[in-house]
């Protein structure tokens, strides 16, 4: 016969019956508490006032970790100030009893943080706060942490801080979840956390940690207060800080050596800082035509942004990144001091992007007023120290003159230690350039190169657009004794792999040359950009040569000692002299990468410990109920049967079936009438408090355990499977067992002999 719950019997013990709308499986109210009492985790009359102070811990923490992704320490002063205020609002909002008005003061407040955390830096930006927020978003997949701290970006925080301090507010005070509450904050923190630069993310991270913790301890002393409770003395609660001081300490020391664990953050097997990168491009064809800069200078370029100095025998790359020289300009404006300023350019930034600045070749000084400034001596790079170049900004270079080719053929020096590395070339030349080797003048290095390169622009015609490509020694082959055609950039290529091979250093250098004459200044465009070899000779360092096919002239020689921009030699379809555009294109968004590596990492382990937590109350019954029959066996049959029939109700229980005050025989009346479980409610009422509680014998224990062992399996077959697997990891009966006794003899073997 099924064992059924029977419906007429609820109506006669309604103090005990669960009412008709309890969830399965909830747990029973203990003696004394109030009706009313909200089933969450925090009592309707906790201090709202107190739960509010409690949850803006973890929303300033966040703000700290938000912060720091900034330059300075005023940004996380304006993002804590940014969660509070979202705090109060949602502590404020939650009071008003119309939706209307509660939706439109937060929308309405929301907005009023950003403007007056934007107010202090002028009320012109306040104004033009759309256009600000604009660009600092734009502008947030080029920028490196940490981020110059613009208005834009002031909005910006101010906004997602207030909507943060907001949100843990709202849930914690009107929807009574301060448990919640209290992580909300966390993943903002977290995924901020991403971004701090790596020498402040373990200050930042004990930060959050420590904020974290004194909110929780202060909600666990809101969660036991109510309006009349007499609050602790302020040395109870301080005592009870400093117990918890040691766990933070253990705790911060886990985390700060799994950060150095490698299987978490296992080291990347290729570096990309390390290695060199091939440029990337833009066809002129896609490019806006728009005023990059102007210049006002006695010479007409090239304006130079940087330079190929990696060649691997089949590309021309970027140089790494960690082999840069990048400091920042001294105060003086010196940037060389081997060299001599003999001319001089000052440039005007108008529609130029990202981060480097355009200049003069062999820079002496730079005199700038604004942004931070550096300077890479490896590449001859200028560069804004943080955030993206800005319309408007003004600085003048000076910069070596170029020399007379006299004063080249008189060099005899050696080379440098630093710039052999540049003369070092993979490949051998091919016959056709092995050939052009040889004939070539052996007076001086530089008539030997200017030989070759003079050859190249007369005999190799110019095809093609001017983008960068592979080139080796069988295109060079081709070049000089097949089809004798190559691209602009080709033909740059070409001649600076024929100075590496006669010991030259090179690279190609790549910018802008020339511009249009506006006035006394240079406008330049993308159409003016350019690539030009340039080569390296002791004493006068690097020197552009910039060429143009069929009886161009070079940049160093006769009397001047200026570059001159021809403005007769015209690009067509066959010749071009526009060799390749350089174009800032902002690198791919490394965020989303990041958060998935973050989530790929923590999410197994979320999912593990959370697995863990639903299946922890089915481990902890089986081990509970191994020793507590153990406990039994030793303490006899009385103690069996007891124990045979606690872990019927504690089934039932986790089953739905509290009625924690019921007899075995009250039980009974619980459900339609079943031959064994009157057999067993009889059994266990006489043996414990009847007529055989001096007979009780093991037969009878073993009855006993054989009918409840039935009786448990035969109530887990009439639910639901969903009710059963519930049942199997529920926490009712291990939180109000049946007999409570049976734990504490499990517990200590002594009292199962008392």
Do not use: C
């Amino acid at each position: 016969m099924a064992l059924t719950v029977d419906p007429g019997t609820e109506a006669e013990l309604p103090d005990v019956a669960p009412p008709e709308d309890a969830a399965v499986g909830a747990e029973p109210s203990p003696p004394g508490a109030p009706a009313d009492l909200p089933a969450d985790d925090t009592p309707r009359d906790a201090p709202a006032l107190r739960t509010a102070v409690s949850v803006s811990f973890p929303v300033i923490a966040a703000a700290v970790m938000v912060g720091g992704v900034f330059l300075g320490a005023s940004p996380r002063v304006y993002a804590v100030i940014a969660g509070l205020l979202g705090v109060a609002l949602g502590a404020v909002a939650s009071r008003l009893r119309s939706p209307l008005r509660t939706n439109l003061a937060v929308l309405a407040g929301l907005f009023a943080v950003g403007l007056v955390l934007v107010l202090p830096s002028g009320f012109g930006n306040v104004t033009g706060l759309k256009g600000l927020v604009s660009q600092a978003a734009a502008s947030g997949d080029v920028l490196r942490p940490p981020v110059p701290w613009t208005p834009g970006w002031i909005a910006i925080v101010g906004w997602l801080m207030a909507l943060v301090g907001f949100v843990t507010a709202w849930v914690a005070i009107p929807l009574r979840r301060a448990a919640l509450a209290l992580l909300l904050p966390l993943p903002v923190a977290a995924i901020a956390g991403i971004s701090v630069p790596k020498s402040a993310q373990i200050a930042s991270g004990l930060a959050v940690l420590v904020l974290f913790a004194v909110g929780l301890g202060l909600l666990s002393s809101s969660q036991s207060l109510g309006e009349g409770d007499e609050r602790p003395p302020l040395s109870y609660e301080l005592r009870k800080a400093l117990k918890s001081l040691p766990l933070i300490a253990a705790i911060t020391v886990a985390l700060a050596l799994l950060s150095q664990a490698s299987f978490l953050f296992p080291k990347p097997a290729i570096d990309p800082t390390q290695q060199a990168q091939r440029p990337k491009t833009v066809p002129l064809s896609q490019v806006q035509d728009r005023v990059l800069f102007t210049v006002e200078s006695s010479i007409s370029g090239p304006w130079r942004t940087g330079s190929l100095d990696v060649y691997d025998g089949k590309d021309w790359r970027l140089p790494p990144f960690a082999e840069s020289s990048l400091k920042d300009v001294p105060t003086s404006g010196i940037v060389d001091k081997e060299l001599q300023p003999g001319v001089k350019a000052t440039f005007t930034i108008a529609g130029l992007g990202g981060a480097v600045l355009p200049t003069v070749p062999n820079t002496v000084g730079i005199v700038a007023e604004g942004p931070r400034l550096a300077y890479d001596s490896r590449n001859g790079n200028i560069r804004t120290a943080a955030g993206q170049v800005q319309a408007g900004l003004k600085y003048t270079v000076t910069a070596a003159a170029l020399p007379s080719v006299d004063d080249l053929r008189k060099i005899t020096a050696a080379l440098p230690a630093d710039a052999t590395k540049f003369a070092q070339i993979p490949i051998s030349p091919p016959p056709a350039a092995a050939d052009l080797i040889a004939k070539a003048p052996k007076t001086s290095k530089w008539d030997e190169f200017d030989y070759l390169r003079s050859y190249v622009l007369d005999n190799v015609v110019a095809s093609g657009p001017g983008m960068p490509k592979s080139i080796d020694a069988a295109r060079i082959q081709d070049m000089l004794a097949g089809s004798k055609e190559g691209s602009p950039f080709e033909i740059v290529a070409a001649e600076a792999m024929f100075a590496r091979w006669i010991g030259v250093p090179s690279r190609i250098g790549y910018g802008f040359d020339g511009g249009e004459q506006i006035g006394n200044q240079l406008e330049i465009r993308p159409r003016n950009g350019a690539t030009f070899v340039e080569v390296y000779f002791p004493g006068y360092k690097w020197l552009p040569v910039i060429g143009t096919p069929k009886q161009a002239k070079p940049t160093v020689g006769g009397e001047s000692s200026q570059q001159q921009f021809d403005p007769t030699v015209q690009p067509s379809d066959d010749v071009n002299v526009q060799l390749y555009l350089p174009i800032v294109t902002p690198p791919g968004s490394v965020l989303f990468a990041q958060i998935r590596q973050v989530v790929l990492v923590a999410l197994p382990v979320i999912l593990l410990l959370v697995l863990g937590y639903v299946l922890w109350p089915a481990i902890r019954k089986s081990r509970l109920r191994g020793r507590r029959r153990a406990a039994a066996r030793a303490a006899g049959p009385r103690a069996r049967i007891a124990l045979a029939y606690a872990e019927l109700r504690d089934t039932a229980t986790d089953h739905g079936f509290s009625h924690a005050t019921d007899t075995p025989l009250m039980f009974l009346d619980r459900f339609i009438p079943d031959a064994e479980h009157t057999e067993l409610a009889w059994l266990v009422t006489r043996t414990l408090w009847g007529d055989l509680q001096h007979d009780v014998t093991d037969d009878l224990a073993i009855a006993a355990e054989e009918l409840s062992r039935s009786l448990r399996r035969r109530l887990a077959q009439t639910q639901p499977v969903t009710l059963r697997a519930i049942a199997l990891v529920s926490r009712l009966s291990l939180r109000h067992p049946y007999a409570p006794d049976t734990d504490l003899t499990a517990r200590r073997p002594d009292r199962a002999a008392a």
